[in-house]
T-cell receptor, first 114, second 111 residues
Framework: SQTIHQWPATLVQPVGSPLSLECTVE??????LYWYRQAAGRGLQLLFY??????ISSEVPQNLSASRPQDRQFILSSKKLLLSDSGFYLC?????????????FGQGTRLTVV | LAKTTQPISMDSYEGQEVNITCSHN???????ITWYQQFPSQGPRFIIQ???TKVTNEVASLFIPADRKSSTLSLPRVSLSDTAVYYC????????????FGKGTRLHILP
């Protein structure tokens, strides 16, 4: 069966420090991968998505970047965190099959920038 | 991606049936309708998906009229644990690589 791992679960980082969040998927190949951010009490904002190794699409220009070095690995990074980067970060994957699809989410990382 | 409109929030009581309606007037021929549930501090979870008429699983039912311009998620006999945010999404995975979530409906179940 497919599983998605996302870590760490919580993170407190000072302003100006770097960030690296990692997400890996098991049990499937060539998935679509996604990074979302959710501010407190708000909806899910799509940050990046990837349809293949090295292919990254950015939805919102910001202080973050994403990379996909391997088929089932998706990394969210920042060189210098801002206070506004605080939030709940979620990684997800989906398949390319047919018109119907569903996305599977990791457990999330709660990032607090102080 | 078809734009969706759903109520911002709803309240109901334990044991009641809850219906959440989503409008998607610009739905395309090949679009599917998908509903997700999100609890606090968790990622969304797939509930149900349909293309037309009615779909039922162990969690919910999805009613889609013939014109497909709206859909209704029906939760039978809700409990306190059904308190969550429910998202309606419309799209075609063969056409759209990205999955966009709207604001969802915040459902609050009262005892």
């Amino acid at each position: 069966s497919q599983t998605i791992h996302q870590w760490p679960a919580t993170l407190v980082q000072p302003v100006g420090s770097p960030l690296s969040l990692e997400c890996t998927v098991e049990g499937t190949s060539n998935p679509n991968l996604y990074w979302y951010r959710q501010a407190a009490g708000r909806g899910l904002q799509l940050l990046f998505y990837s349809v293949g190794i090295g292919q990254i699409s950015s939805e919102v220009p910001q202080n973050l970047s994403a990379s996909r070095p391997q088929d089932r690995q998706f990394i969210l990074s920042s060189k210098k965190l801002l206070l506004s980067d605080s939030g709940f970060y979620l990684c997800a994957w989906s398949t390319h099959r047919g018109g119907d699809t569903e996305a599977f989410f990791g457990q999330g990382t709660r990032l607090t920038v102080v | 991606l078809a734009k969706t409109t759903q109520p911002i929030s709803m309240d109901s009581y334990e044991g009641q049936e809850v219906n959440i309606t989503c409008s998607h007037n610009n739905i395309a021929t090949n679009d599917y309708i998908t509903w997700y549930q999100q609890f606090p501090s968790q990622g969304p979870r797939f509930i149900i998906q349909g293309y037309k008429t009615k779909v039922t699983n162990e969690v919910a039912s999805l009613f889609i009229p013939a014109d497909r311009k709206s859909s209704t998620l029906s939760l039978p006999r809700v409990s306190l644990s059904d308190t969550a945010v429910y998202y309606c999404l419309v799209g075609d995975a063969r056409r759209d690589d990205k999955i966009i979530f709207g604001k969802g409906t915040r459902l609050h179940i009262l005892p």
